[in-house]
């Protein structure tokens, strides 16, 4: 489990020719337009396609959620990606959220894992969210501006950047967490 606050959630794309490589071969950090320019909706690699027997196969081009959350065990935002496998459930969270009229910013959430199983009868971890409470007037406003670094950071990252798991961001000043 994980109890957090959510700074910001950002959609990515990624394409992966090899197996193993370290960065991928085309992505996206809005998962809008590829780092090379080019549009991801009009890319066949982000297309879902049918297989020779009819099934629905999901595309090449991977599309993820990029969760940027504080703990309070930490004064930099973490990254929190969520599969593809985990992105419904945390849409229909986001929504369920917006339409009780609370905005996610400033909204504490748990973060649990359970072990699901899909068609092909094969297990694998999937998010689960919860509202735990919510932070003061001034938390909000300093996730605000917390938020505006994150886009702006990751509005001029390249793909090799992306892929490397040092942080970049600046830790927050006040580590007083309102969990």
């Not at 406003?141 to 702006?152: G, V, Y």
Request: hydrophobic fraction near 35%.
């Amino acid at each position: 489990e994980l109890e957090c606050l959510i700074v910001m959630a950002q959609t990515s794309r990624a394409f992966w020719g090899e197996d193993g490589a370290l960065v991928p071969e085309c992505a996206s950090s809005n998962g809008k337009t590829s780092f090379d320019g080019r549009q991801c909706q009009a890319c066949r690699k982000c297309k879902f396609t049918k297989d020779s027997e009819g099934n629905l196969v999901r595309p090449d081009c991977k599309e993820s959620r990029n969760l940027f959350v504080l703990t309070k065990e930490h004064n930099i935002p973490l990254q929190f990606m969520i599969p593809p496998s985990g992105i419904s459930e945390y849409d229909k969270f986001a929504r369920d959220l917006l339409s009780s009229g609370k905005p996610q910013l400033g909204t504490i959430v748990k973060i649990s894992v359970e072990v699901a199983t899909n068609k092909a009868n094969q297990r694998y971890n999937k998010a689960k969210f919860s509202t735990v409470g919510r932070a003061d007037s001034d938390t909000v406003k300093r996730l605000m501006e917390l938020r505006k670094q994150i886009a702006n950071t990751i509005s001029t990252m390249t793909i090799t950047e992306m892929a490397d798991d040092d942080a970049i961001l600046t830790p927050v000043e006040d580590d007083s967490m309102p969990f």
